[in-house]
């Protein structure tokens, strides 16, 4: 029912929904640390705004995504969709042929990897 609503509802608006109405409500937990509804918002606001400021992101502009399983994946991905720009997930175990592949695929712009992507995921 929420998708045949104009506009549909996003995974974004849902978010912003429970970060607005439950701030201090534990969102991740991930070895140990505890991360909010508000901290996953204030990160994922200023790596968006570190995103359009620095690498000039627009919306439409699709971005390929090669990070591990961590918590700044998951900010990554919300402040993709706040500027609007598709994310092309890749498979940080993907090397080789098959990685350039789902690059080529995706047609991103840009690369987004963690700093010690060698086989590190």
Avoid: I
């Amino acid at each position: 029912r929420r998708l045949s609503g104009r506009p549909a509802v996003t995974l974004l608006d849902v978010f912003r929904r429970h970060a607005r109405l439950r701030p201090r409500r534990p969102l991740l937990l991930f070895q140990g640390d505890t991360f909010t509804f508000e901290d996953v918002e204030r990160q994922s606001n200023r790596a968006a705004w570190a995103l359009w400021r620095r690498l000039g992101l627009q919306s439409g502009r699709t971005v390929a995504v090669f990070l591990p399983n961590e918590p700044a994946y998951l900010w990554t991905w919300l402040a993709l969709a706040k500027l609007g720009c598709p994310m092309a997930c890749l498979n940080c175990n993907v090397r080789g042929r098959a990685l350039r592949h789902a690059l080529e695929a995706a047609e991103a712009t840009v690369v987004l990897a963690s700093p010690g992507e060698r086989g590190q995921c």
